[in-house]
């Protein structure tokens, strides 16, 4: 087996065990449980998952999508999550397997995976659980200790909380509403330490106009009302992602899209 196809197979297979990490979260953090020491267990009858029946995107088709002990069908989020993030493997695949690729994968990884539990968590619950921002923000204050100045982390945490921390505060002494959550306000602080001030600028105002198009179009087809809570925090990372893995891409759009605006 050449270095190469190891690699692809190496990583695909690393993205969805995390992918399978990502299930656990996403199942477990909305209602306070324990997502390290508590057996994996099906959610009705509470039988132990096996091994061998807990092994990522194999187990579910070899369960045929049903729990073995009462037949309870198994939620196909299961293996959608795990293929996709072993999918997104594919797509920063290190170069070869030395310790500083290896840590950039890793890097990569860990903060898309916090990207995709973030996203489905916020969908179902209308949360950002904290452990996930804390998480986010540990990790990309040390690379940005690395890779920035220390006037880029603290510019950018005081933009990311304090702007939307204000606009939220306003709005809420004049329309007695809350527009952003606080886990939305933590997100954006967490984001913030890597992006700098006018990455997270750019954040906020490309999720807030994304966001405000789709509430909008949403209730003209009488979708949604206008009172009705929408989840925040897919808009932000959805812009976030393409600003961690696809900077150039990302910037090029944005010029595109200001010079259109003005």
């Given at each position: 087996m ?8 190496f990583?695909?297979?690393v ?16 209602g306070g ?6 057996e994996s267990h ?27 002990g009462?037949g ?9 999550i ?10 920063i ?17 860990s ?5 995709l ?26 690379v940005s200790l690395f ?24 709005f ?13 306000i933590?997100?954006y ?10 990455g997270?600028?750019?954040?906020i ?15 003209l ?6 009172d009705?809570k929408?989840?925040?925090?897919p ?10 893995y ?17």
């Amino acid at each position: 087996m050449s270095l190469g196809l190891f690699i692809i197979i190496f990583s695909f297979l690393v993205g969805i065990t995390v992918g399978s990490f990502v299930n656990v979260l996403i199942v477990r953090l909305p209602g306070g449980g324990d997502v390290v020491f508590e057996e994996s267990h099906c959610p009705k009858c509470k039988k132990a998952i096996r091994w061998y029946e807990n092994i990522p995107l194999l187990s579910y088709f070899f369960l045929r999508g049903k729990c073995s002990g009462c037949g309870d069908r198994i939620s196909f989020q299961y293996p959608l999550i795990e293929l996709i993030t072993g999918l997104f493997c594919l797509l920063i695949l290190p170069k070869d397997l030395t310790l500083p690729y290896l840590l950039t994968f890793s890097l990569k990884l860990s903060v898309f995976a916090c990207f995709l539990t973030i996203f489905v968590v916020d969908i179902r619950h209308q949360i950002i659980p904290n452990y996930i921002n804390l998480f986010l923000f540990i990790v990309l204050t040390l690379v940005s200790l690395f890779l920035f100045k220390w006037t880029h982390i603290v510019l950018g945490i005081l933009v990311g909380v304090g702007f939307p921390g204000v606009v939220t505060w306003a709005f809420y002494k004049l329309k007695g509403q809350i527009g952003l959550g606080m886990g939305d306000i933590k997100l954006y602080g967490a984001l913030s330490v890597y992006l700098g001030p006018m990455g997270i600028i750019q954040n906020i105002f490309l999720s807030c106009f994304s966001g405000s198009f789709v509430i909008g179009t949403l209730m003209l087809l009488n979708k949604v009302k206008k009172d009705t809570k929408i989840p925040f925090g897919p808009f932000i990372v959805l812009v976030a992602f393409f600003q961690f893995y696809y900077p150039d891409y990302f910037n090029q759009v944005m010029k595109v899209f200001l010079f259109s605006i003005f």
